[in-house]
């Protein structure tokens, strides 16, 4: 498999999620490549040890009755940001499989099944469906359902195009991001009015992550985040960080 930087970048604005599949398996060169992919990805936060497993659907319950080949099982050490860097690490892989033509999608309702969790240390976080697509597997961004971009920032500001395009669970986009004086950004994630759905919360975390991942691999060269700098509290919002591009 092919990619560099571009390929992914351009996957940002046409990948979509792919929830029918061809239900052929993926030959092990690309299985490999993926692997070697994932090994080389950008973290968020250093500290945080995970893992991933590649299984079919022996070892997977869906509460929906989507199929695909094949499925990343996502473990975590649950400490600090660590849903917010497994979003950060596996958006990465969302875009790597797009940009080589394989449909995939970020599942929270699902689980492992009948599977021994190698590293008991690591809690099992979200999966991620993946395979050749049954149809097309890319759309024309006019397709896109997003919200505008005053939305989602206290400026109008095309450079965070990226962020605005990326997925979220059930589309909730609760990203929101405000410029400093030295032209670095913070991003917040809305609070949720009423906690219908305790994994909401959990998911959320993930999608700011996914965000941030559009972020680096629109600006590879200069993405730097932190954590702890001083910022404005917002009202009804989580800071999550900030970043320069
Ligand atoms: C953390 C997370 C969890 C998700 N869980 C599910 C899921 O359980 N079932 C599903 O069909 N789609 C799921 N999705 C996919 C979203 O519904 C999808 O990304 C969103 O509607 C935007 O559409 P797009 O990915 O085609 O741009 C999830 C996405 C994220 C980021």
């Not at 240390?121 to 024309?140: A, K």
């Amino acid at each position: 498999m092919i990619v560099d930087n571009m390929d992914l970048k351009e996957a940002i604005y046409k990948r979509q999620s792919i929830r029918k599949y061809d239900k052929t398996p993926l030959d092990s060169k690309t299985l490999d490549g993926l692997r070697t992919f994932i090994d080389n990805t950008r973290v968020l936060n250093p500290n945080i040890k995970w893992s991933y497993d590649i299984v079919g659907s022996e070892n997977v319950r869906m509460l929906q009755r989507f199929k695909s080949p094949h499925y990343l099982l996502i473990f975590s050490e649950s400490k600090e940001n660590y849903l917010q860097n497994i979003g950060f690490i596996f958006q990465q892989v969302d875009l790597y499989l797009q940009s080589n033509g394989i449909g995939s999608c970020w599942i929270g309702a699902g689980s492992p099944k009948n599977y021994e969790n190698p590293n008991p240390e690591q809690d099992f976080v979200i999966l991620m469906m993946f395979g050749r697509p049954q149809g097309e597997i890319y759309r024309e961004l006019s397709q896109f359902e997003r919200k505008i971009i005053c939305e989602i920032s206290d400026t109008r500001d095309d450079r965070l195009m990226p962020a605005r395009y990326a997925p979220s669970a059930a589309n909730s986009q609760t990203w929101y991001f405000t410029h400093n004086d030295d032209g670095s950004y913070n991003v917040y994630r809305n609070k949720r009015r009423i906690r219908l759905n305790k994994k909401m919360d959990a998911w959320n975390q993930v999608d700011i992550g996914i965000a941030l991942a559009h972020m680096y691999v629109a600006n590879p060269e200069t993405f730097e985040f932190s954590r702890d700098r001083p910022h404005e509290d917002l009202k009804n919002k989580v800071f999550e960080g900030s970043f320069t591009i």
